[in-house]
C-alpha cells in the first residue's frame, strides 16, 4: 500500500504503520476534519466502505451485529462508528477468530467523531487489538501542501530546516488564516461562504452530536456555554464563570465541557508539576482546537478586526498552540504537553517533555520579543527541572537567537510552524 502523491494529511504513514501491526485501527476527530477522506486515500483498493450514516446500515448494525459483522468482511472501513458501539464486540470476536496467522492485522478501520460513549466501549472490548489515532484539523504545513518537518521541538538544527521548508507569511497573511480555520472544506475551496460553513457546522453539531449522543437538552444554553468557551480561549479555566455566563448549574458546566472534550472541539493543557515547587498553579487552561470556529462563535467578522481586537493575543497563542499539538498528533505521538504558571503569575505558555527534558515555548504578538518573553523561561529552571531548548514563537522575520535566559531560546516566526 503507497501513499497517493497528493495526500496532504501528515498522518497517512502512522495510519499504515499501525494497520500492519494492529487488526484494528481507529481515526478519531471532530466531525469535518478529514477522517473518512483521508482513510479512504490510503486504502488498499480491495478494502470495502460502509458507512453507519446509512439508516438501513445502521439498522442492521445495532439490531443484528452478528449479521453486519458477516456482511462486511475485512478489510472493511467502518464510517461513524459511534452511532453503533454494539458492533465492538463482534469485531473483537472476529479478529480473535482470525487470529494473527488468519491475516486479522489491518482487518477493520473505524471513524468516529471523538466520541462520548465510544472510547469506554473501545478500551472494554477491543483492549489490545485496537490502535487509535486522533486526526485535527489541517495543519498550516498541511494545508499549504508543504514538507512534513516532523514533531516541533525547538531545536537549532529544527529550527533552521523548518524555516527553510515554510512559506513566508505576514501579520495579515496569518490572521487570515487563523480567522479562516483548519477544516479541510474551507482550505481546499476559498471561495466557500466561511460563516455559512460555521453556522451549518454549528448546527449538525448541536443535531447529531450533541442532542442524539451527548443528551444534551438545551441546546440554546449548551451554544452559549459554546461561546463562553470560545471567548476564553488560551485563558486559564474558570468553571464557575462558565457556567454563570451560560445560566447553567456548575454541574452541567462540567459535563458539557467534556462533551466538548470529547468531540474534539475544546482541549486542556494541563500545568506542569514538580515535586521540587508546590507553588504552582493546578487549573488547566482551555482551548479551542479551530481558531476559525473560536473567531465566529465570537463574532469576529474578518480578519483585520480579529488582529486587532481584545482577542487577538489568545487567538494568536490558540493559533500557535494548536499547530504544535497537530505536529505530534499527526506524526503518530502522544507528547507530553503542559503549561507553567505559578502563584506569582510568572509563567510559560507551553511545555513540551521529550527525551526527560521539558522545551519552554512562548506566544508573542510581536516582531521584536523582549526580555519579559524569557523571564518564565529564568523562573522555571530556578526549580532546578531538566531543560531543553526553548524558542519564543512570534513575528520575527527570521529565526534568531536569543540572549539572557538560561537555556538556549530560539526567536521562531510563527509561519515556519
Not at 87 to 98: C, E, F, G, S, T
Request: hydrophobic residues 45%; glycine residues 6%.
Amino acid at each position: 500500500m503507497t501513499l497517493p502523491s497528493d495526500l496532504r494529511r501528515f498522518l497517512g504513514p502512522s495510519i499504515l504503520a499501525a494497520s500492519a501491526t494492529f487488526p484494528v485501527l481507529l481515526v478519531t476527530g471532530a466531525r469535518q476534519v478529514g477522517k473518512t477522506t483521508l482513510l479512504r486515500a490510503v486504502a488498499e483498493p480491495e478494502r470495502r466502505y460502509v458507512t453507519l450514516d446509512d439508516p438501513l446500515q445502521l439498522r442492521l448494525a445495532r439490531e443484528d451485529p452478528a449479521l453486519f459483522i458477516q456482511t462486511w468482511t475485512p478489510p472493511v472501513l467502518i464510517d461513524e462508528i459511534q452511532y453503533a458501539p454494539e458492533l465492538l464486540p463482534h469485531i473483537k470476536m472476529a479478529v480473535d477468530q482470525r487470529g494473527p496467522r488468519g491475516g486479522s492485522r489491518g482487518s477493520y478501520w473505524l471513524t468516529g467523531s471523538q466520541p462520548f460513549h465510544l472510547m469506554q466501549g473501545v478500551s472494554e472490548s477491543l483492549a489490545g487489538r485496537v490502535a487509535v489515532l486522533p486526526l485535527l484539523g489541517l495543519s498550516s504545513r498541511e494545508a499549504q501542501a508543504l514538507p512534513d518537518a516532523g514533531p516541533f521541538l525547538p531545536l537549532r538544527d529544527a529550527v533552521r530546516a523548518r524555516q527553510a521548508s515554510a512559506r513566508r507569511c505576514d501579520l495579515v497573511g496569518l490572521y487570515a488564516q487563523i480567522w479562516r480555520g483548519s477544516y479541510p472544506a474551507l482550505v481546499a475551496n476559498p471561495a466557500m461562504d466561511r460563516d455559512l460553513f460555521y453556522a451549518s457546522y454549528l448546527q449538525t453539531y448541536l443535531q447529531r452530536d450533541v442532542r442524539d449522543l451527548a443528551r444534551v437538552g438545551d441546546q440554546t444554553a449548551f451554544l452559549r456555554f459554546l461561546r463562553a468557551a470560545a471567548a476564553r480561549t488560551a485563558q486559564l479555566l474558570n468553571m464557575a464563570e462558565l457556567a454563570r455566563d451560560a445560566d447553567v448549574a456548575p454541574n452541567t458546566a462540567k459535563h458539557w465541557l467534556s462533551v466538548l472534550e470529547a468531540s474534539g472541539i475544546a482541549w486542556l493543557l494541563p500545568p506542569w508539576s514538580s515535586n521540587l515547587t508546590k507553588r504552582l498553579t493546578k487549573t488547566p487552561k482551555l482551548y479551542l482546537l479551530d481558531t476559525g470556529l473560536a473567531a465566529w462563535l465570537t463574532q469576529w467578522t474578518s480578519p483585520q478586526t480579529l488582529e486587532a481586537g481584545a482577542m487577538s493575543g489568545a487567538i494568536f497563542e490558540t493559533w500557535v498552540l494548536t499547530q504544535i499539538l497537530k505536529s505530534h498528533q499527526h506524526a503518530g505521538r502522544q507528547t507530553s504537553l503542559y503549561y507553567y504558571r505559578d502563584k506569582d503569575q510568572r509563567e510559560i505558555d507551553l511545555l513540551i517533555e521529550a527525551d526527560g527534558r521539558l522545551h519552554p515555548v512562548e506566544c508573542k504578538k510581536s516582531a521584536s520579543p523582549g526580555a519579559s518573553a524569557l523571564a518564565g523561561m529564568r523562573t522555571l529552571a530556578g526549580t532546578g527541572a531538566p531543560l531543553g531548548d526553548g524558542a519564543v514563537v512570534c513575528m520575527v522575520p527570521d529565526a534568531l537567537p536569543l540572549t539572557g535566559a538560561a537555556i538556549p531560546v530560539w526567536a521562531l516566526p510563527a509561519w515556519a510552524l
